[in-house]
């Protein structure tokens, strides 16, 4: 059988988190990596990622047009940003070269809500050279969304889905410490927000309209938010000291509504000291509740998404889509 060939378009801390446990995919061919950190370009990945030289290259983005055109992979694993406006051109390289796109944008997880005419343009641009582009992660993309579709799976009544994410915040790298405003002031916090300098948790209205697209909901509208969880007393991560009175955390919703009733809710909880849980809440018949004790793991997760989607996205429809299209994905050890 042949291997599915793999390019990892970004090397960062989710790219080659992912890149070293594709390399011992037996399945997968890692053909090469694009990046613009000229401490990785021109090495191969396997240095970059401390597993050993496979013997595949990182080249520069400068390159990854005709890169591309010529390593002709099946797959794109693209990593590189938040914003499908700023990863439009990266998705565009990749399509054009007849590459299937799995991203971890997370505004692509359902990009017709904020980026309407790019989200049309790449569907045609896919359709057009017969390949498929998803947007996934483990949020978007599972605990917000996916999971809580799947559990609607043995009721024949819902009147509301609840879904709680509960995270320690101090337990994660350092990115993800700054982008919530661990200790800023909360006016600091809400500055920085306003001007897109951190962002804390993107996609609460992505999730919300996949579950509503998989459920065959249709919502009257949306609402979502943050704001800061204060320190009442010192606190210590690896990588910021929080005095009273600073950021430790955030408190997130997005919220959709049928009529004047909340239909789905999502809450994001996510501070020093916190416990790690995620929940689920389904109101119906039968009623569910669901809860993971361990919480589920960002990053690690992030990467297991990605990579078991890789086989899905060679059977799936042409064109953007959602993880409403792909059959389930599990753990692949084989294919």
Known sequence: MRKIRVVIYGLGAIGALIAKHLINREWIELVGAIDIDPN??????????????????????????????????????????TYLDKAFPQ???????????????E???YPWYRFPELAEKLDKMAKENNVSVLGTGVNPG????????????????????????????????????????????????R???????????????????????????????????????????PMKTQYFSIKPGQVCGIRGWGIGYVGDKEFIKLELLAAVGRQDYDEVIIEGEPPLKWRNEYGTSGDIATAAMVINAIPKILEAPKGLITMKDITIPSFKAKI
């Open 91 to 105: 998705l565009e390289k990749s399509i054009t070269s007849g590459a299937n796109v799995v991203s971890t944008s």
């Open 191 to 233: 500055e920085k927000m306003a001007k897109g300098e951190i962002t804390a948790h993107v996609g609460y209205a992505e999730s919300i309209m996949l579950i509503a697209s998989m459920l065959g909901i249709k919502l009257d509208r949306i609402e979502e938010g943050q704001e800061p969880v204060i320190a009442e007393k």
């Open 107 to 109: 505004t692509l997880a």
């Open 40 to 81: 990785k370009v021109g090495k191969d990945i396997g240095e970059v990622v401390g597993t050993g030289k496979i013997g595949a290259k990182v080249i520069h983005d400068d390159e990854a047009e005709a890169f591309l055109k010529e390593k002709k992979p099946d797959v794109v694993v693209h990593t590189v940003t």
């Open 142 to 189: 599972f605990i917000f969304d996916s999971l809580p579709a799947f559990l609607t799976s043995v009721c024949v009544k819902v009147d509301k889905i609840h879904v709680i994410r509960s995270i320690d915040a101090a337990k994660r790298r350092y990115p993800f410490q700054k982008k919530y405003g661990l200790s800023l002031s909360p006016e600091e916090f």
